[in-house]
């Protein structure tokens, strides 16, 4: 089975501490948790980024290492879902924009092993030539190409949203984004993050009114 990885988030009220959001637009309120789910949290965090595919396994061994060094903790891979601080964000997106330029190491590899952001990458010499190699699969250039763009497309997107979380925090007001439920933030969305993630009426309008009144916390959350 493939790995989806997915970037979530949690919006609660800073006065009480009460969790406004949904990870479901069809809620007509926050939802209470499943007392069966494995995750009490489950329904109050949304997705804001989605990354599928064996591409999704190589992000996340570099975002791990980001987030454990912010947290100052030693964060398995495979731990069903990982807290992250929103400091942690832009090196984040920095880094998936590094993997929208495969090294030359990756280059005749079918999935993407590691990116530029990685200092060993960085420290190896791009000496692979351009004729392919005996012996070694071809990957055809434009293959590689819709691979790399779509790190691109999405660290585009996580780029917009954390624009739109600063633009709360420093001028406190907010411009939603287009998302599509379940797949995050993308231009041709259905729904609008974060209203459409926030079921009651009363407190979207005052979300809306007054967001530096919101936390947001994050995770990243493991799908087999």
Not at 32 to 48: E, I
Request: net charge negative.
């Amino acid at each position: 089975m493939g790995l989806d990885l997915y970037l979530e988030a949690r919006i609660t009220e800073k006065a009480t501490g009460r969790c406004i959001s949904a990870c479901d637009p069809s809620y007509t309120e926050s939802p209470l948790p499943d007392p069966d789910d494995l995750d009490p949290l489950a329904g109050q965090y949304f997705c804001v980024l989605w990354l599928g595919t064996a591409d999704a396994y190589a992000v996340r061994r570099s975002w791990v290492e980001i987030i454990n060094r912010n947290l100052k903790r030693d964060v398995r891979e495979d731990e069903p879902d990982i807290p992250l601080l929103q400091s942690a964000l832009r090196e984040m997106c920095s880094c998936l924009y590094s993997y929208g330029m495969s090294p030359e190491s990756s280059r005749f590899c079918d999935d993407i092993k590691s990116s530029y952001w990685d200092a060993d990458v960085r420290a190896q010499e791009s000496d692979l030539p351009y004729s392919e190699p005996d012996g070694t699969r071809h990957k055809a250039w434009n293959g590689r190409k819709a691979m790399e763009t779509a790190f691109v497309i999405a660290a585009d997107a996580m780029r917009s949203f954390i624009y739109m979380l600063e633009q709360m925090h420093y001028e406190n007001r907010y411009q939603p984004l287009k998302a599509v439920d379940g797949d995050g933030v993308r231009k041709d969305g259905t729904c609008l993050l974060p209203d459409d993630f926030i079921p009651a009426e009363a407190d979207k309008r005052k979300f809306r009114e007054n967001p530096r009144d919101y936390a947001w916390s994050f995770r990243l959350f493991n799908s087999y």
